[in-house]
């Protein structure tokens, strides 16, 4: 069946930096486009970006436009989020999301931007 694992969150200082992963299986990874939604406590769940099926092409929201990089690794089955110069609102759990109609999703991943 459709499995997106996350991966990589965790408690890091402002200005800091981490690498979120997710692992795709069950479907043909290659064919879909990937994107990063995440969702602050009390908050809906916000689009963070997007990366097309070949990786050449990214779209970033714009609140983290210019910190964090979308990647892909269509042989590793895997979609990377870079997020560096956290600040406390990136706080959230982050989730990876693809499918026909963006109905595959994953469990999620805490991050928390805190001192």
């Known amino acids: 069946q459709v499995q997106l694992v996350e991966s990589g969150g965790g408690l890091v200082q402002p200005g800091g930096s981490l690498r979120l992963s997710c692992l795709a299986s069950g479907f043909t990874f290659s064919s879909y486009a990937m994107r990063w939604y995440r969702q602050a406590p009390g908050k809906e769940r916000e689009l963070v970006g997007s990366i097309s099926i070949t990786g050449f092409s990214t779209n970033y929201a714009d609140p983290v436009k210019g910190r964090f990089t979308i990647s892909r690794d269509n042989a590793k089955n895997t979609v990377y989020l870079q997020m560096n110069s956290l600040k406390p609102e990136d706080t959230a759990v982050y989730y990876c999301?693809?499918?026909?109609?963006?109905?595959?999703w994953g469990q999620g991943t805490q991050v928390t931007v805190s001192s």
């Open positions: 999301n693809s499918g026909p109609n963006r109905n595959y």
